[in-house]
T-cell receptor
Framework: QKEVEQNSGPLSVPEGAIASLNCTYS??????FFWYRQYSGKSPELIMF??SNGDKEDGRFTAQLNKASQYVSLLIRDSQPSDSATYLC?????????????WGLGTSLAVNP | EAGVAQSPRYKIIEKRQSVAFWCNPI?????LYWYQQILGQGPKLLIQ????????DSQLPKDRFSAERLKGVDSTLKIQPAKLEDSAVYLC???????????????FGPGTRLTVT
């Protein structure tokens, strides 16, 4: 059973701090990793994807991937109250003709003013 | 660029009734997905279409759920008869292609919130 695990939270950080969201996955062959943000009552919105080991930066967001440890994280610098949402980690299956996304349950982030 | 469109946004039905949801993907996106998301959980893939063919429906409860994508564009998802446990948000997503690195980014519609009483 392929799994993607995230701490459900809530993760609470003060405004301006760095929020660190973590995700581990079981499928060692996975090559593609995605972070989605979901505001309450809204649909998931893609914010980052990463395919190579190391860091990928986009504005205040940094995705970090360590395939050896089967670990992907999302850092949000200078956190804002508007970043308060659930962050979903999704991992593309590593094998098969149709490789689905395996989703975590999400981590709830609260940024306090 | 217009996003993924879905309707209705909300639906309340009684158990054993039927309901249908509609989705129009982003123009040019060959792959269309229907997900079910129960509160507090991640999305669960129900069915995936590549153009108008079904690629994966392994998690679709086929005794009550059906979906089609005529002409490879719009899609409908139907539930008949509905059960209480079908209460969830039904999300439609689309992507350019389903296979190949760098081409799997999925974009979601606003979803349909279904309540079965």
């Amino acid at each position: 059973q392929k799994e993607v695990e995230q701490n459900s939270g809530p993760l609470s950080v003060p405004e301006g701090a760095i929020a660190s969201l973590n995700c581990t996955y079981s499928d060692r062959g996975s090559q593609s990793f995605f972070w989605y943000r979901q505001y309450s009552g809204k649909s998931p919105e893609l914010i980052m994807f990463i395919y190579s080991n190391g860091d990928k930066e986009d504005g205040r967001f940094t995705a970090q991937l360590n395939k050896a440890s089967q670990y992907v994280s999302l850092l949000i610098r200078d956190s804002q109250p508007s970043d308060s949402a659930t962050y979903l980690c999704a991992v593309k299956e590593g094998a098969g003709n149709n490789r689905k996304l395996i989703w975590g349950l999400g981590t709830s982030l609260a940024v306090n003013p | 660029e217009a996003g993924v469109a879905q309707s209705p946004r909300y639906k309340i039905i009684e158990k054993r009734q039927s309901v249908a949801f509609w989705c129009n993907p982003i123009s040019g996106h060959a792959t269309l997905y229907w997900y079910q998301q129960i509160l507090g959980q991640g999305p669960k893939l129900l069915i995936q279409f590549q153009n108008n063919g079904v690629v994966d429906d392994s998690q679709l409860p086929k005794d009550r759920f059906s979906a089609e994508r005529l002409k490879g564009v719009d899609s409908t998802l139907k539930i008949q008869p509905a059960k209480l446990e079908d209460s969830a948000v039904y999300l439609c997503a689309s992507s350019l292609v389903s296979i190949g690195r760098g081409a799997y980014e999925q974009y979601f519609g606003p979803g349909t919130r279904l309540t079965v009483t």
